[in-house]
């Protein structure tokens, strides 16, 4: 599998007037699971749609892999990046297998028909988050939260090296929420795959990333190995909170406790 890696240098972005991102500078190392935290509207969703090359910045560069990230074309691409994104809506009465199998389509040939491989990749993904039963359903017909584990086993089924989650379990239980990020860990683990999530929740991020990114305001606010940058200081400034940061024994992970405001 190939090695996966950003550089970004001095990036900045803007919608019109509003400035999105501000002379980012960061590197995103292969093999890690990053949290991308920070207050709503910080950039961390226009942040992956730059990475994803659906975007281009104003000024700065990225780098994937040592290479510029705009002069890949868009099938060498998919076979790189696969990205689970906020909202996700189908009209079409496809069944769930049919848009699984829709992340094997950047390793098709033109006009070429799915193999025995692509779908045995797609039946995997789908058991891998516990919808292999959903294979004959519509999707039209599934809740908000059975659609987004769908998409979830689509990006899956893309066998990229990078996975970005944008919120990807936003409408989730946490144990579905758990078993997403159990798939994305094993993967970074057994086969050096990197996952980049946008992740709300202090507690879930600490248990599961290696590497912490906080933003704010555009601008990079923090970056480092989890244990490093979750830190009372770092929450405070970033979200405006007082924060205790402590190991917690039966999750074997930091957990984060924050003190309530007195009426």
């Known amino acids: 599998m190939a090695e996966a890696g950003y550089v970004l240098d001095r990036v900045s972005f803007a919608y019109g007037e509003k400035q999105a991102l501000d002379e980012l500078t960061l590197r995103i190392a292969p093999g890690r699971f990053y949290g991308l935290v920070g207050p709503n509207g910080c950039g961390k969703s226009t942040l992956l749609d730059l990475l994803m090359a659906n975007r281009k910045p104003d000024s700065g560069s990225i780098k994937f892999n040592d290479r510029s990230l705009f002069d890949y074309g868009r099938r060498a691409l998919a076979r790189q990046l696969a990205l689970v ?37 797609a039946q995997k993904a789908m058991a891998a988050i516990g919808i292999g039963d959903f294979a004959n359903r519509y999707v039209t017909e599934l809740s908000g939260g059975e659609k987004q584990r ?16 944008d919120e990807a379990t936003s409408n989730l239980d946490v144990g579905h929420t758990m078993e997403i990020f159990n798939v994305a860990r094993k993967r970074v683990r057994e086969r050096g795959e990197t996952v980049i999530a946008v992740v709300h929740n202090l507690n879930l991020a600490a248990a599961y990333c290696d590497e912490m990114i906080f933003m704010k305001e555009g601008k990079l606010a923090a970056s480092g190995p989890t244990k490093e940058t979750l830190t009372p200081a770092v929450i405070q400034e970033v979200f405006g909170v007082e924060s205790r940061v402590s190991h917690d024994e039966f999750s074997n992970a930091l957990q984060v406790s924050f003190r309530h405001g007195s009426e």
Not at 89 to 115: D, S
Not at 157 to 162: I, K, L, M, S
Request: hydrophobic fraction near 55%; charged fraction near 15%.
């Open 85 to 121: 994104p906020q909202d996700f809506t189908i009209h079409f009465a496809f069944t769930v297998l049919e848009v699984v199998l829709m992340g094997r389509h950047p390793y098709l040939p033109r006009f070429g028909a799915v193999t025995s491989e692509d779908l045995a990749i």
């Open 150 to 165: 769908v998409v979830v086993a689509r990006a899956l089924a893309q066998e990229t090296p990078v996975l970005m989650l």
